[in-house]
């Protein structure tokens, strides 16, 4: 799948990141077309993994930002958070499961597929959301799960 367009930016892993992390995701989606029901999906997805790197990455407490790629593929978008941590990926919990750790369930269920990719010291979260399609449909030529 050829990527027509990308955005990046950075914040700081602070508690503000993920709210602004929110506004900025929209901002883009908003500015290119997509509508707000399937824009919620992918802020969504964004407030979730970026939460995850305030809550489970170290790299948050020495300063490392958070990172965001945004990119347009055609009929559908990839969000990329970056943090500063390879050594864990995220996990997708158990159903039932009271306690913390139902986000992921939840950036499964809105992503039309999602995975992990190390890269050198850090680790990237993606998503893939379809703009204008079913949840959970796969994407074309997306690859599935870990990468």
Known sequence: MTTL?????????QAQAARAARGWVRQVLTEHGWTPDRADDVVTICSELVTNVLLHAPGHRSGIPVRLELDRLGGSCRLEISDGRAERGPVVRPAGVR????GMR???ALAADWGVVARGGS??????????????APA????????
Do not use: C, I, N, Y
């Not at 367009?5 to 892993?13: D, G, H, L, M, S």
């Not at 074309?140 to 990468?147: A, F």
């Open 5 to 13: 367009q990308v955005w990046e930016t950075e914040f700081p892993a």
């Open 123 to 136: 680790k990237t979260v993606w998503a893939v959301v379809l703009h204008g399609s079913v949840r959970g």
């Open 106 to 108: 939840l950036v499964e």
């Open 99 to 102: 306690d913390h750790g139902q």
């Open 140 to 147: 074309e030529g997306v690859p599935s799960g870990v990468s």
